[in-house]
């Protein structure tokens, strides 16, 4: 394994930068690559049949091109359909990032939990479980939302992010039967936790928000233990699907995470 081999992120597009950061944390000189399919941006709204032909043939072009030791699905609505046929088409270890409802069932107190994912995840079979396994006791209520992933780009672009906004795109998680019960949120979207303040001022009442990205983050490492890395932080690269302006304008969001060079695949 050469130092420089670099652990690679894959999503739709910024949301898992939200798996980077503490990953980041926990090997501070590990070589990253981050990958967005901006061509194929957003996921959640789109089939399964989408998603599955999608996503293995491009994390193989992704793979061939940048010899990862390492490969994290940093998206549930790739991680909930695709996976194991992403774990078949790859001849490297592959992390996913799938709904922490195990977490949030753990620390609920009322037993009703919120998954807040995109309306693809959030109707996966994979949920359902996931919620069976781990929170058979709790009643789970979910709500998709491709909304909040539109405003958690727009918020890495710079725009400003209005609090009204986050509150409409949420409102259905809460004002359905049950609503008024959760006490704990699933973060079942990597988008997601980039909204964290937004989020927290949107909710009409106090909950317990679950990210997943520090759990993946030491699976990471737990992954690597014991493997070489440079003796310093190199600079990571950021590959996107379609470089056009849009995805330009991202490039500051990426730089500032420690992507400052952006390429097309
Ligand atoms: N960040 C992705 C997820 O975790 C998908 C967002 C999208 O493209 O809809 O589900």
Redesign the pocket.
Known sequence: METASPILFF???V??LSVVAPTRALLPTAQFVYAADTA???????SEAEIAARVPALLGRLVERYRPRLVVV??????TIALSAVRGALDVPVVG?VPAIKSAAEASTTRVIGVL??D??VRQPYVDRLSAEFASDCTVVRHGS?AL?VLAEAKLRGEPVAVAEVRAAIAGLFDGPHGGSIDTVVL?????PLLAEELAAAVPHPVRFVDGGPGIARRIAHLTAGQDWPDTARPGVAVVTRLDDAARTLAPAFAARGFPELVQL
Do not use: E, M, Q, R
Request: glycine fraction near 20%; proline fraction near 3%; charged fraction near 5%.
């Open positions: 999503d739709s597009g949301g898992g194929g941006f957003p996921y959640g709204t789109k940093a998206c549930n609505t790739a991680s990032t994912g995109t693809a995840t491709a992933v079942a979207c990597t988008h997601f």
